[in-house]
């Protein structure tokens, strides 16, 4: 595990989520070619065209949370977190999207969508992932498929009280209220699946995104 600041970290997915997940999806896909493909890992670099890009194919990341931390996003309280975010590859039962109120390796909020128009709310406290919105929750406001871009926002309107908003929604898409955190830096996350949910080596995991507040990232040219 790596914890520096505009860097990026590992850390493991709670085993019994990832076994509630896969039975409320109930969707396998099995794989079982052995072909000798390349290896891929791209870890949140820039892609040229705007956006910062999350792409592996490789085994070692099954069952991850991979998260990168923006540096100068820190923000006591933290206001707003905006970000547009889109999938390319990957487990289209696999989440993507932002974290927020990051206030180190083990504390901080995450907001996944996926490309089938569902999101999740949850806290990783002390290291271990605890649910706030679960199983996962269906909006009209969130645009499907891959290649598609949507911008995700979550206002901390007061002490523990957030609002998200999913791309041109005028009203709140959905609401919580939580009160572990309320300060803290922002960035992006993704979750490779695991093993029977991925198509490694063929498909690989394939994010991007960018951040527009509280800073932007990738920065402007």
């Not at 493991?12 to 079982?32: A, E, N, Y």
Request: with cysteine; glycine share 8%.
């Amino acid at each position: 595990m790596k914890d520096r600041e505009g860097g990026y970290m590992r850390i493991p997915w709670d085993k019994h989520l990832v076994c509630l997940i896969l039975l409320l999806t109930g969707v396998l896909v099995l794989f079982t070619s052995c072909s000798p493909l390349e290896l891929v890992m791209i870890e949140w670099e820039e892609d040229g065209e705007g956006f910062r890009q999350f792409s592996t194919n490789s085994g070692s990341y099954y069952g991850q949370l991979c998260t990168w931390e923006v540096a100068g996003s820190a923000a006591s309280p933290m206001t707003v977190v905006e970000a547009q975010v889109k999938k390319m590859s990957g487990s289209d039962q696999a989440g993507y999207g932002i974290v927020f109120c990051y206030t180190d390796a083990n504390n901080f909020y995450v907001l996944l969508i996926s490309i089938s128009q569902r999101y999740w709310v949850l806290a990783v406290k002390d290291g271990k992932t605890e649910p706030i919105t679960f199983p996962s929750v269906f909006s009209d406001d969130l645009d499907p498929g891959y290649g598609v871009v949507n911008k995700v926002r979550v206002s901390q309107v007061s002490a523990g009280h957030f609002e998200l908003y999913f791309n041109d929604a005028g009203t709140p898409s959905a609401t919580f209220a939580d009160s572990r955190f309320s300060d803290g830096s922002a960035g992006f996350c993704t979750f490779v699946h695991v093993e029977n949910e991925e198509m490694f080596p063929q498909v690989p995991s394939d994010t991007r995104f960018r951040l527009l507040q509280p800073t932007e990232d990738p920065p402007p040219p």
